[in-house]
């Protein structure tokens, strides 16, 4: 790589250093002004008002709001994103675990959605308009309206209420992980799943008969076979803008997880970010919040990276 | 267009506009969908077409008072998002410079932050609203309308005939408000109907979470009667059925209105 290429590279990390520190700023806001006093929370409604305002100022909760954030983004930079205001634990102990469980449901969907959409969307982009293509697109269109939760309910009434197949809620025993109980991975991973390979598909789709030009004919005339064209000429041409699809679909199913987790009572991040707005822990809200929007920005940024790299043109425009 | 395609249409209107009207026009004929008529998860017969929920109530007469938001809010919301989402989008291609940049990134900011996560901040904060409603879903998709629209703005701003109305003296107003809207409204409007299926999945999950009160609404019935499903499976099917058409045929029928329109 050029030295220019570095420089535009390092600056689109710098920009994305900056978007996240604004999204911080945005959350700290957000979750700070939540209305209801933690203080009521940790000590319980026979706690008198003294009391409260002692506690509240052990806490720093009396400090002007841009003195708190300061504080906050100082120890999140030290990787100290602070203590759970209700148990005393360090956030980060705490999230450390569904932090795990709300990626292995991403990293599930993610590898389902890459199969289904590539098992689905060569074949249909290869002959746009065709029958194939109508029903798959027409498919994709219908699973990506539908609403998570919809799709989510349907999926349980059938695999576990009535054929009793699957759990309906994601218990994990105490002492066991999901490596013991993988049935209860199945429900969620399909859920958030089958929404990722449909809007995949239709990115793979699109790629393919984009990719499907002269070059391509022209090989196809030449007098190759159609594996061979399908694998030296057409598929390589799609490599950037699908490496950019995925990188932003890994994105966008983090950010999807909430409705999911939380209708198959999921132990992932959800669950704790729900608890933690009924209580009010901020330090858990924000490092929960925070750390999704760090994931997507990575996402994207990732994604704005290899669009960059993988295409010449760009990096000669400003 | 032919005979069977007119038909094959008019079939898949048929329930798309049905649920519209039952969704608007419902609410006119309950009077007190909430009065609990029989035990809880009755099965359907009687005088209750469709059984009762989880508390006793009759599952028609929420249903037919429970839709009116889920088109409502959306529809304004959704019309809100293309009026400043292409309007941002068109002042930050054309003008470029510090408007683009400053923008730009608010688009990626807003982009950056899962909605949900977001929704459940600013329902736990302000209760559920209209209004409340309505600015969480325009926080989650006039970044992707602005980002279309100066995307857009920046490839037709180059063309030929732009330059030509510039030439000939059209000032900036003038040239972004009739050379450049015409083009730039034909992508908008093509991902409006999208935008319109999240609008209504994002409204119906808030009730779906129980954040609307006690009032019917579809996303909140399905959630409530759920764990009765084996006794009655119309609460839960229906509202369910019901949404999957509002949310699907709301894309298809914005769809087909404006490839009818624009090409």
């Not at chain 1, 293509?133 to 269109?141: E, P």
């Amino acid at each position: 790589m050029t030295l220019r290429t570095w420089a535009a590279v390092a600056v689109r990390i710098g920009a994305a250093a900056l978007t996240l520190l604004a999204v911080s700023f945005v959350l700290f806001v957000a979750v700070e002004a939540l209305p209801g006093d933690p203080a009521q929370t940790v000590l319980g409604i026979e706690a008198s008002a003294e009391q409260r305002e002692q506690w509240r100022q052990e806490w720093g909760l009396d400090r002007p709001l841009p003195e708190r954030y300061a504080d906050w983004l100082f120890g999140i930079a030290q990787g100290d994103p602070g203590v759970s205001m209700i148990t005393g634990q360090p956030v980060a102990e705490q999230i450390a675990e569904p932090l795990h469980y709300t990626t292995v449901l991403v990293a599930f969907s993610f590898a389902l959605a890459l199969v289904v959409s590539l098992a689905c969307g060569i074949p249909a982009g290869l002959r746009p308009g065709g029958r194939l293509d109508r029903l798959l697109s027409g498919s994709a269109v219908l699973i990506i309206a539908v609403p998570q939760f919809v799709i989510a309910v349907l999926l349980t009434a059938v695999f576990a209420i009535n054929l009793g197949w699957l759990p309906a809620v994601s218990l994990v025993p105490l002492g066991q992980t999901w490596i013991d109980r993988p049935d209860v991975l199945v429900l969620p991973v399909l859920t958030l799943g089958s929404f990722g390979a449909a809007w995949a598909t239709r990115m793979v789709r699109a790629a393919v008969t984009d990719a499907d030009g002269p070059n391509v004919e022209a090989a196809r005339l030449a007098g190759l076979s159609a594996g061979r064209v399908l694998r030296r000429h057409l598929l390589p041409r799609t490599v950037p803008t699908l490496a950019q699809a995925f990188a932003w679909l890994l994105g966008g199913l983090f950010a999807a997880t909430t409705v999911v987790e939380r209708v198959f009572n999921y132990p992932g991040l959800s669950s704790m970010l729900l608890s933690a707005i009924r209580n009010h822990d901020f330090p858990m809200l924000e490092a929960i919040g925070l750390v999704l929007s760090l994931i997507v920005i990575a996402a994207l940024l990732i994604a704005d990276l290899l669009g960059y790299l993988f295409n010449p043109r760009a990096r000669t425009a400003p | 267009m032919n005979a069977a395609k007119r038909a094959a249409r008019a079939a898949l209107y048929a329930p798309v506009l049905a649920v519209l009207a039952l969704a608007l026009a419902g609410p006119e004929a309950v009077r007190r969908p909430t009065d609990i008529l029989a035990s809880p998860f009755a099965p359907r017969g009687g005088d209750l077409p469709l059984g009762s929920d989880h508390m006793g109530r009759d599952v028609w007469a929420m249903l037919l008072s429970g839709g009116r938001e889920l088109v409502l809010i959306p529809v304004v919301a959704v019309a809100l998002t293309v009026v400043i989402g292409t309007a941002a989008g068109m002042s930050a291609g054309y003008r470029g410079g510090v408007l683009d940049a400053v923008i730009s990134r608010i688009d990626t900011v807003a982009l950056s932050i899962p909605v949900v996560l977001l929704m459940l901040l600013l329902l736990h904060n302000r209760g559920y609203s209209a209004g409340t409603m309505i600015v969480i879903i325009l926080f989650a998709s006039i970044p992707f309308v602005s980002r279309l629209a100066r995307a857009a703005t920046i490839q037709i701003a180059r063309s030929d005939y732009v330059e030509q109305a510039t030439a000939t003296g059209s000032g900036p107003g003038r040239t972004m408000t009739v050379e450049i809207a015409p083009g730039v409204l034909a992508p908008v409007l093509a991902d409006a109907g999208t935008r319109l299926s999240v609008a209504v999945g994002l409204t119906a999950t808030a009730g779906f979470l129980g954040f609307t009160d006690s009032a019917p609404n579809w996303g909140r019935m399905i959630n409530d009667n759920i764990a009765g499903i084996s006794l009655n499976p119309w609460a839960t099917l229906a509202p369910s059925l019901l949404l999957v058409v509002l949310a699907v045929g709301a894309n298809y029928l914005i769809d087909d209105l404006t490839r009818r329109f624009i090409t």
